[in-house]
């Protein structure tokens, strides 16, 4: 994947009640590959229930792994 390529996306990661409690940013290809990143790095930090995934002001996707 080249620099150019790339677009800034950020990972905000929830609480059970649904409240930011971090952030991270990271490049990705697209929105499916940004995706995939929002849940292996949700899957690394057990402490949290879901993520939210914005392409700057346009969001992309919620992630909830746990029922």
């Known amino acids: 994947m ?3 390529a790339a677009r800034g996306y ?3 990661f929830l609480d ?3 409240h930011i409690k971090d952030s991270e940013t990271f490049d990705a290809r697209d929105d499916d590959d940004a995706m995939h ?3 292996d790095r949700l899957r ?4 949290f229930s879901a993520v939210e995934l914005w392409d700057n002001s346009r969001f992309v996707a919620s ?4 029922p």
Not at 44 to 47: G, M, T
Not at 63 to 66: D, E, H, Q, R, Y
């Open 2 to 4: 080249s620099a150019a």
């Open 63 to 66: 992630i909830n792994l746990t």
């Open 10 to 12: 950020r990972c905000y």
């Open 37 to 39: 990143k929002g849940v």
């Open 44 to 47: 690394q930090r057990a402490e």
């Open 16 to 18: 059970a009640a649904r």
